[in-house]
Nanobody
Framework: QAQLVESGGGSVQAGGSLRLSCTAS????????????MAWFRQAPGKEREGVAD???????TYADSVKGRFTISKDNAKNTLYLHMNDLKFEDTAMYYC??????????????????WGQGTQVTVSS
């Protein structure tokens, strides 16, 4: 079965950095990883899930205004792995972070409902 598994979350003080990883497995995700739009979402308690960053087939990226300049999304197609480098973390970044994928090669309509594959989430907690 198609599966996304996140790792790299944890607790960090404000101003610190973390790198999240998401590894894809299963036929559809593994064999077509490079062709899919991949994204990171996050959800804090009591809030709706929001898009953080996405990366399309060609490596073009988009970021939420709240993280632009601090976070970097990237992927390694050979490893079927998606990354999120998070720098200068703020208390407001505290959330469960989810890796997501969809079969589209491009990333328009950056909403959770457009993504078919999801990881289990990894918690990021920033102390202030």
């Amino acid at each position: 079965q198609a599966q996304l598994v996140e790792s790299g979350g944890g607790s960090v003080q404000a101003g610190g950095s973390l790198r999240l990883s998401c590894t894809a497995s299963g036929y559809m995700l593994s064999n077509y990883f490079s062709s899919y739009c991949m994204a990171w979402f996050r959800q804090a308690p009591g809030k709706e899930r929001e898009g953080v960053a996405d990366i399309d087939e060609n490596g073009s990226t988009t970021y939420a205004d709240s993280v632009k300049g601090r976070f970097t999304i990237s992927k390694d197609n050979a490893k079927n792995t998606l990354y999120l480098h998070m720098n200068d973390l703020k208390f407001e970044d505290t959330a469960m972070y989810y890796c997501a994928a969809r079969t589209d090669p491009y990333c328009q309509f950056f909403r959770p409902s457009w993504y078919s594959f999801w990881g289990q989430g990894t918690q990021v907690t920033v102390s202030s």
